[in-house]
């Protein structure tokens, strides 16, 4: 038949071209077919999955990034490969390329990390659908809200363990609040004090690469040994903007993402936190005084520099209680603001333990609180 290519033909073209841009619609009727991967385990999915080493994936990540394979197709290939080693068919069958796209947050269009990406697509391959989102909401959540690169990204490099030498040194962390490839790369830029096109920014994104498929390897290994939790909660902001933008009233969001990345113009309930002191060392969320308390309590923290502040209270399981400073723009100094006990719709809360989370830059840090009975 003349739309029929050899398996042959078709794993030396994918290595050059898009599969769709090889083979077309009919192209994809033969996958589905069997006819291009007749001998193989593809028919059957999810795909077979076996443990893979983190610290293998994470080097081979990192080392794919700088090798023609970018964030998207790097992470992919790094999970791939050992695949292919651990597992063979059917994941011998598949070439990285396929994901050449996601590079940049899609062709260089900012928009999903390529890294988070990648990750997901393999991860869509050798989990069931129900499971596999579950897995990815878990792997972007974490993204969204870990400091990367990670402690361990910056041990590898200067320990010397990456394939790759570009950058060696510690770089800067920082908390990208998105899986957008645009605001990652942007907050970062801000933070570190460095342009798109400078080599630290350049290997950020290969450790990052590197994390991001290490941490899938963890959540991968974890579901598959039964071990896996989901462990993810929307941020306050997204909590906080859901309130009115969500369901309940306006109904025009759809989002798990921070909002204040792009939509910085978002304000608090509460005024801006008095400034009590002037120049302080560095960035700083001081216990809050008096604790225990009734009704209300004071909480102090401090800003080096001209930044953004998230400060916001939880309960003793984790869910958003009251949004105190909403990624507010504060000048260095330290300042207080009051919690009255009260949560978003002003009403009193029960008492108990509480706590008072502060983000700003790449710093976080949380203190717990005592709210007596009355």
């Given at each position: 038949m003349a739309n029929e290519i050899t398996r042959k033909d078709f794993l030396t073209s994918s290595s050059k071209y898009a599969v769709g841009a090889v083979i077309g619609a009919a192209g994809l009727d033969l996958l589905a077919g069997g006819k291009i991967l007749a001998n193989s385990k593809?028919?059957?999915?999810?795909?077979?999955?076996?443990?893979?080493?983190?610290?293998?994936?994470?080097?081979?990540?990192?080392?794919?990034?700088?090798?023609?394979?970018?964030?998207?197709?790097?992470?992919?290939?790094?999970?791939?490969?050992?695949?292919?080693?651990?597992?063979?068919?059917?994941?011998?069958?598949?070439?990285s390329e396929i994901m050449y796209y996601g590079g940049g947050g899609g062709v260089s269009w900012g928009t999903i990390c390529g890294a988070l990406n990648g990750a997901a697509a393999l991860i869509s391959l050798c989990v069931d659908k129900a499971n596999a989102n579950k897995i990815i909401n878990e792997l972007w959540?974490?993204?969204?809200?870990?400091?990367?690169?990670?402690?361990?990204?910056?041990?590898?490099?200067v320990q010397g363990k990456y394939s790759v030498h570009n950058y060696d040194d510690k770089l800067v962390p920082s908390i990208s609040g998105s899986p957008l490839c645009h605001p990652s790369v942007s907050q970062w830029c801000v933070v570190a004090n460095k342009k798109?096109?400078?080599?630290?920014?350049?290997?950020?994104?290969?450790r990052l690469a590197g994390d991001v498929a290490a941490k899938a390897v963890e959540l991968l290994n974890a579901f598959y040994n039964k071990q896996f939790q989901f462990t993810y909660v929307s941020p306050a902001d997204v909590q906080a903007c859901g309130a009115c933008h969500g369901a309940a009233l306006m109904n025009n969001v759809m989002t798990q993402m921070s909002c204040t990345p792009c939509h910085s113009?978002?304000?608090?309930?509460?005024?801006?936190?008095?400034?009590?002191?002037?120049?302080?060392?560095g960035y700083d969320l001081f216990q809050n005084y008096p604790n225990p308390f009734n009704p209300s309590t004071n909480i102090n923290f401090s800003v080096p520099k001209s930044d953004k502040v998230m400060l916001a209270?939880?309960?003793i399981q984790g869910a958003l209680v009251r949004t105190l400073?909403?990624?507010?723009?504060?000048?260095?100094?330290?300042?207080k603001v009051s919690w009255d006990g009260r949560d978003q719709l002003g009403q009193k809360v029960s008492s108990?333990?509480?706590?008072?989370?502060?983000?700003?830059?790449?710093f976080i840090k949380t203190v717990k609180m005592n709210l007596l009975k009355e």
């Open positions: 593809a028919s059957t999915w999810p795909w077979p999955y076996l443990p893979l080493d983190k610290d293998t994936v994470r080097v081979r990540a990192h080392y794919l990034y700088y090798n023609g394979m970018a964030c998207c197709s790097g992470v992919f290939g790094a999970l791939l490969d050992s695949l292919k080693t651990v597992v063979g068919d059917p994941y011998t069958n598949l070439p959540g974490w993204y969204c809200q870990a400091q990367l690169p990670t402690d361990e990204a910056n041990d590898f490099a798109v096109g400078d080599t630290e920014r350049k290997e950020r994104c290969a113009t978002v304000h608090s309930d509460v005024s801006s936190a008095e400034q009590i002191h002037q120049q302080p060392k209270v939880y309960n400073i909403d990624h507010e723009n504060y000048d260095s100094g330290t300042y108990g333990i509480y706590f008072a989370r502060m983000q700003s830059g790449g």
